[in-house]
């Protein structure tokens, strides 16, 4: 699956990898924020990495995915981490975060999972 999501301790995790629409990433997410597992989420991790479709996507579909998410905000403890290593798709999820900040999501960005899995702060599984 392109878009996907897991638990891991109490952080949410979604990864998008290859292709896919937004409509996969807001299902994912509906998902995942459905899932009784999210009842004690102490953050958000969404990793980008694997990614083919972020550098097509415009600002206003960025900004429009943010607000999405930071609707959602109570479902995650009101954190989110986003993790990406390209230079254009970090400057994307930078225009994320801004636009999730705007609406009270603790946000950073990171290059690197683990540095991101530490500033969540949440007790995650090995």
């Given at each position: 699956?392109p ?90 999820m ?25 500033w ?7």
């Open positions: 699956m878009v996907s999501y897991h638990f891991d301790g109490r952080v949410i995790v979604v990864r998008m990898n290859g292709m896919y629409a937004t409509a996969d990433v807001r299902a994912t997410l509906t998902a995942a924020f459905a899932d009784p597992c999210c009842a004690n989420a102490a953050g958000l991790l969404f990793d980008i990495r694997g990614s083919r479709s972020i550098v097509q996507r415009t600002a206003d579909e960025v900004r429009a995915m943010a607000q999405f998410i930071a609707s959602h905000g109570d479902r995650f403890s009101r954190r989110l981490a986003l993790v990406a290593d390209s230079g254009a798709a970090f400057g994307l930078r225009l994320g975060a801004v636009a999730v900040e705007q609406q009270g999501i603790a946000t950073a960005v990171f290059r690197d999972e683990s540095d991101a899995e530490e969540l702060g949440a007790e995650r599984t090995a």
